[in-house]
C-alpha cells in the first residue's frame, strides 16, 4: 500500500502526493550516493598520506626535516609549509572551476551524464596519483579529482532530492553526507593500514584505491535512470516523465505530483539565463541561503578536522600509526552520527538538529581551545590522559556536525530552489563551498601556527553565529514538497517582505 502525505498547495486544497520508498528508489540512489564516497574518500585520505613519513621525504622534504630535526619549532608551526597545503587545497580550485561547468551539464543533459564525468575524472586523477614521481604530478592527479568531486557535487545532492519523495527527502539526501563519512571513514582504515606497509610506498596504495569508488559511479551512472524533474525541464516528454515517477513512487496515482512538476518545468523553461534569474528579489532568500549555508559549513572548522585530524593528532604528541588510528575512531563516529540523522531529520525537523548540533560543536572546541592551551606550549607534550580527552571531544564535535552541518549543509541549499534556478543554485552552494574550503585548507596550518590553541575559539565564535544565523532565518522545510518550497519563503516572519511584495507585484501585473 503506497504511503502518503496531505500538504496544502498554493491555492489552499488539500493535494496528496501518493508515493512510498521504492526499490527502485534506494538502488539508485545509493548507486549515485558513490559521489559522496569520493568526496569523502579523498577527504580523508589527503590527511592521512601527509602525516606518512615516506610521503613527506619523497615531496615535502622541508616538513620532514622541520618534524624529525628542527627541535626549537613551535609544536604548532611543524607541519606549516605552502607546498603541502597545496597539495591538499589545489583540489578545490579545479572543482569550483567544474562545478560552473556542470551546471551547464546538468541543466541541458541531465543529472546522470555529470555524475558519468565526474566519475571518469576523479578514475584519472587517482591513477595519476597513485603514479606519481615529482610534486607536480601528483598535484595534477589532485586537480583531476577536484574536476570529479566538481561535477559529482553538483549533480548528487540533486539528484537525490528528486528522486526522494517529501516525506523521506530529508533521510534519503543525508544519505549523501553519509556517504561522504562512509568515504572518509575508509579512507582511514586504508591509511592505518598502507603505513604499515615495508618499503615506505604504501602511500601511493592509499591514492590509487580512489579508482575503487570512481569506477562503481562511472559504471552505475550508465545505468542510472534521469529524475521525472530532469526529464521534464529537458525534453517535454510528459508521457516519460509520468512513466518515470511512476515507476519512482511505486503507484499509477501521482497526477498531483505530477500536475506541480509541470507547472514548475513550463517555468524552468522560461528562463535562459538562471544565473541573472536567481539575483532578483524574488530569490533573495534562496540565494543568502546558497552563499551562506556552505559558507558557514566550512568555517565550523569540520574541515580542518577531516584534512588534518593526522597531523593535530602529531601535534599533541601521539606517532604516526597512533594517529591514523585516532583518525579511524573518529570516522567511525562522523559515519554514525550521520546515519543517526538519516531517521531523524524528517521527524525533529532541520532547525532542531541545527541548534543541537551547534550547541555541540562549542562548547566541545572551546573546551579542546582550552587543554590544549593550558597542556601543549610551544614545546611541551600533553600527557596521555590529556591526549585521550582531545580524541574524546574531538570525537564528540564530530558527532554534532554529523547529525547537524554535515548533512543539512547539503540537504537544505538541494531542496530550497524552484526547478528554474536549481541547477544554478546548487552551483553557487558548491562554489561558495570549494571557496572556502580551499581558503580553510590553505590556511590552517599557517592558522594554527599564529594563533595556537586560539584557533579552536576562533571556529567556536563561528558556530555561534551559524547557530543563530539559521534559527532567525531559515524556516523549517521538513516534509514540505521540493516543488512547493516557494510557500515556506512567502510565510517566514523576514522573507515574506522579499519575496511577498513581488507576488503581489505579479498579481497586480497580470489583473
Not at 615531496?59 to 606549516?80: A, G, L, Q, W
Not at 574536476?147 to 548528487?156: D, E, I, K, T, Y
Not at 503507484?251 to 539575483?279: C, M, R, W
Not at 565550523?300 to 579511524?328: E, K, Q
Amino acid at each position: 500500500m503506497a504511503a502518503g502525505m496531505a500538504i496544502a498547495s498554493e491555492g489552499g486544497d488539500n493535494n496528496i502526493y501518493n508515493g512510498k520508498i521504492t526499490a527502485f528508489v534506494i538502488l539508485s540512489c545509493m548507486m549515485a550516493g558513490m559521489g559522496g564516497v569520493i568526496f569523502g574518500y579523498d577527504i580523508g585520505i589527503s590527511g592521512g598520506v601527509t602525516s606518512m613519513e615516506p610521503f613527506l621525504e619523497k615531496f615535502f622534504p622541508e616538513v620532514h626535516r622541520k618534524m624529525k630535526e628542527d627541535t626549537k619549532i613551535s609544536n604548532y608551526c611543524k607541519f606549516d609549509s605552502q607546498l603541502l597545503t597545496s597539495f591538499t587545497s589545489s583540489l578545490y580550485v579545479a572543482g569550483l572551476v567544474a562545478s560552473f561547468v556542470a551546471s551547464s551539464v546538468t541543466r541541458a543533459f541531465g543529472r546522470k551524464p555529470s555524475m558519468l564525468m565526474g566519475g571518469a575524472a576523479f578514475l584519472a586523477g587517482s591513477a595519476l596519483g597513485g603514479a606519481a614521481v615529482n610534486v607536480y604530478m601528483l598535484i595534477f592527479g589532485r586537480l583531476l579529482l577536484g574536476v570529479g568531486v566538481g561535477f559529482a557535487n553538483q549533480s548528487v545532492p540533486l539528484y537525490l532530492s528528486e528522486m526522494a519523495p517529501a516525506r523521506y527527502r530529508g533521510a534519503i539526501n543525508n544519505g549523501f553526507q553519509f556517504s561522504i563519512g562512509i568515504g572518509a571513514l575508509a579512507a582511514n582504515f586504508i591509511n592505518y593500514g598502507t603505513e604499515q606497509i615495508k618499503g615506505g610506498w604504501g602511500w601511493r596504495v592509499s591514492l590509487a584505491l580512489a579508482a575503487v569508488p570512481a569506477s562503481i559511479l562511472t559504471l552505475g551512472a550508465l545505468f542510472l535512470p534521469e529524475t521525472p524533474n530532469s526529464l521534464l525541464q529537458r525534453k517535454s516528454d510528459h508521457q516519460k516523465a509520468k512513466l518515470m515517477l511512476q515507476r519512482v513512487r511505486g503507484t499509477n496515482d501521482v497526477q498531483a505530483e505530477f500536475d506541480d512538476l509541470l507547472k514548475a518545468s513550463s517555468t524552468a523553461k522560461t528562463i535562459n539565463h538562471p544565473f541573472k534569474k536567481i539575483i532578483q528579489r524574488k530569490y533573495r532568500p534562496q540565494l543568502v541561503m546558497a552563499i551562506a549555508i556552505p559558507f558557514f559549513q566550512q568555517v565550523t572548522g569540520i574541515n580542518v578536522i577531516a584534512f588534518y585530524a593526522p597531523l593535530l593528532f602529531r601535534t599533541i604528541g601521539l606517532g604516526v600509526s597512533a594517529s591514523l588510528l585516532s583518525s579511524v575512531f573518529s570516522g567511525i563516529v562522523g559515519a554514525g552520527s550521520t546515519l543517526i540523522s538519516m531517521f531523524i531529520v524528517d521527524r525533529l525537523g532541520r532547525k532542531k538538529l541545527f541548534l543541537i548540533g551547534g550547541i555541540q560543536m562549542f562548547v566541545s572546541q572551546v573546551i579542546i581551545g582550552g587543554v590544549m592551551a593550558v597542556q601543549l606550549g610551544d614545546q611541551g607534550t600533553v600527557s596521555k590522559g590529556y591526549s585521550l580527552l582531545v580524541l574524546i571531544l574531538i570525537c564528540v564535535y564530530v558527532a554534532g556536525f554529523g547529525w547537524s552541518w554535515g548533512p543539512l549543509g547539503w540537504l537544505v541549499p538541494s531542496e530550497i530552489f524552484q526547478l528554474e534556478i536549481r541547477s544554478a543554485g546548487q552551483s553557487i552552494t558548491v562554489a561558495v563551498s570549494f571557496v572556502f574550503t580551499f581558503i580553510v585548507a590553505q590556511t590552517f596550518l599557517a592558522m594554527l601556527c599564529h594563533f595556537k590553541a586560539g584557533i579552536f575559539f576562533f571556529f567556536g565564535g563561528w558556530v555561534v553565529v551559524m547557530t543563530a544565523f539559521m534559527q532567525l532565518l531559515l524556516p523549517e522545510t521538513k516534509n514540505v514538497p521540493i516543488e512547493q518550497m516557494d510557500r515556506v519563503w512567502r510565510e517566514h516572519w523576514f522573507w515574506k517582505k522579499y519575496v511577498g511584495e513581488v507576488d503581489e507585484q505579479g498579481k497586480m501585473e497580470e489583473a
